[in-house]
C-alpha cells in the first residue's frame, strides 16, 4: 500500500502559500485508481484534512469551488 508519511508536504505547502479559499480538492482520476486506488485517495485526504480547521475542510471540499463557478 501506499505510504503517506513518506510523501513530501505538499498539501502543507499549498495552504501556506495559498490558503485554504483558494485550493480546491482534485484527483487524477482514473489514473489515481490503478495506483493506490480512487477510494484510497479520498481516505488519505480526509485523514489529512482532519486536522485541518472546519473552514478550511468545508473551503477545500467544495467552497472554494463553489464560490469560483457559483453552482446553485
Known amino acids: 500500500p501506499f505510504d503517506l508519511s513518506k ?20 484527483t487524477d482520476a482514473p489514473p489515481c485508481a490503478h495506483r493506490e486506488g480512487y477510494a484510497n485517495v479520498w481516505r488519505y485526504l480526509r485523514e489529512y484534512l482532519s486536522r485541518r480547521t472546519i473552514g478550511e475542510r468545508e473551503a477545500i471540499s467544495g467552497g472554494t469551488a463553489a464560490s469560483l463557478f457559483k453552482f446553485d
Request: hydrophobic residues 60%; proline residues 10%; without cysteine.
Open 7 to 26: 510523501a513530501p508536504p505538499f498539501i502543507d505547502m499549498a495552504f501556506a502559500a495559498f490558503g485554504a479559499d483558494r485550493l480546491t480538492i482534485g
